[in-house]
């Protein structure tokens, strides 16, 4: 969001809360918690809740960005997706049939600079679900930063993994950057973990 805000205004947060943890299409761990993002960002967010069963997720996500382009006459919508084509022609599709562009700047960017693009940007994120060998317990909740991105580069060459988590491996929470008023602080968690993966289950957070 930080690249495509320096090319336009971002006028809402778009947020699928999906119930299925094991969604095809969407980040799950803490979801919740955007809240505290949306609030510190001071842009307004819009939730949608899916059971994300896997083609019935696809129109729900076509009602959230419905709600969006009614409420406040958007043009295009703005994604993360990096390199999954599942998902990138899927949001493409939504945006083609409802009239408004696809904006993904960091479509094709390698995942090594993109982890040292947000290391070099000052964004501070923590990993809050993990799912593949070699992750224990230590790595949820880790923030991630450049000896992190390090770790990260070696796993990927060591065991085959996507080092920005673009398979699946771990997903993460941006809890600080430059466009954020105020900084969350996580106060209260617990660790769920077996057999390499897990989620940090985020019970009290707030923005300081």
């Not at 022609?89 to 960017?109: E, H, M, Y």
């Not at 796993?155 to 105020?182: C, H, T, W």
Request: include cysteine; charged fraction near 25%.
């Amino acid at each position: 969001m930080q690249m495509a805000s320096e090319q336009h205004q971002v006028s809402c947060l778009l947020t699928i809360n999906s119930s299925n943890k094991d969604s095809w299409m969407f980040h799950t761990p803490a979801i919740e918690w955007t809240k505290l993002q949306s609030e510190s960002l001071g842009i307004s967010q819009i939730i949608q809740k899916t059971e994300g069963i896997k083609d019935a997720e696809l129109v729900d996500l076509l009602k959230l960005v419905k709600r969006a382009k009614n409420q406040y006459s958007i043009q295009g919508i703005v994604t993360g997706a990096l390199a999954s084509t599942y998902q990138s022609t899927r949001i493409q599709k939504i945006c083609n049939d409802l009239g408004l562009w696809c904006f993904n700047p960091l479509w094709q960017l390698s995942q090594e600079n993109l982890l040292r693009l947000l290391i070099d940007s000052e964004i501070s994120s923590v990993i809050t679900g993990i799912a593949a060998e070699p992750f224990d317990e230590s790595w949820l909740g880790k923030e991630i930063n450049s000896y992190t991105v390090d770790e990260l580069l070696l796993y990927s060459k060591k065991y085959r993994i996507n080092p920005a988590g673009e398979g699946g491996e771990f997903e993460s929470l941006v809890i600080d950057s430059p466009m954020f008023e105020k900084k969350l602080e996580i106060i209260s968690s617990k660790k769920h973990y077996s057999n390499f993966s897990g989620r940090l289950e985020i019970r009290e957070a707030k923005l300081i």
